[in-house]
Every structure is written in structure tokens, then in C-alpha cells.
């Protein structure tokens, strides 16, 4: 299993992003899937997440800003970044859990720098 995250970029504040994590297998086959972000200096965190279900979940400094989407004819997994602060800065990174695989899937993850 492949996940290829792209999408990050160089914004200013108050601007949008939109990231993709294409996997090389169905989506739908994942128990979940979600995005984490790594700050310079700081733990990997987890941003948002979502349910083979299509249930959402939300770190509560992104909520009302991110959206999380499943697209599972393009076997993808989206973030919409609206209203972007510089504190989003960092490397994003998608993962999938597996119900047949104790550690989750990770891509290699994609930069998000926003500047003041």
C-alpha cells in the first residue's frame, strides 16, 4: 500500500490549501483515515480523521476551518485548509489503518508553510 499526499504550499494567512492523499488501493477498505501534522520542533499531531463510515473528526484548533472528504472512486482523501494561520505550518502527513495491519500506512508527507 502506497499513500501519496500533495498539495502543500507557501500561503499567507487567511488563505486555502487543499491536500490529497491518493492510495494505491480502495479507500473504502480502511478502517479510517486522517491527516497529521508535524510542527518544527513539535510531536506529530493528529488534525483530522475520518470513518470508513464517514464519520469526521476534528483537532479542535482546526475545527470550523478544515474539512476532511473520502472520494472513493479516485481512491483519495482530501483536507480543505480555509482560513489558514500561521501556526497550520508544517509538514502534513496522511496515514490509513488497516483492520488486517497492527501499524497504520503513512505517506511521506507535504509542506504547509503560513506566513504572517
Known amino acids: 500500500v502506497q499513500l501519496q499526499a500533495s498539495g502543500g504550499g507557501l500561503v499567507q494567512a487567511g488563505e486555502s490549501l487543499r491536500l490529497s492523499c491518493a492510495a494505491s488501493?480502495?479507500?473504502?477498505?480502511?478502517?479510517?483515515m486522517g491527516w497529521y501534522r508535524q510542527a518544527p520542533g513539535k510531536q506529530r499531531e493528529s488534525v483530522a480523521s475520518?470513518?470508513?463510515?464517514?464519520?469526521?473528526n476534528y483537532v479542535d484548533s482546526v475545527e470550523g476551518r478544515f474539512t476532511i472528504s473520502r472520494d472513493d472512486t479516485k481512491n483519495t482523501v482530501f483536507l480543505q485548509m480555509n482560513s489558514l494561520k500561521p501556526e497550520d505550518t508544517g509538514v502534513y502527513y496522511c496515514?490509513?489503518?488497516?483492520?488486517?495491519?497492527?501499524?497504520?500506512?503513512w505517506g511521506q508527507g507535504t509542506q504547509v508553510t503560513v506566513s504572517s
Open positions: 475520518i470513518t470508513r463510515g464517514g464519520t469526521t
Open positions: 488501493v480502495s479507500v473504502f477498505g480502511f478502517n479510517s
Open positions: 496515514n490509513a489503518v488497516s483492520r488486517f495491519r497492527a501499524s497504520p500506512y
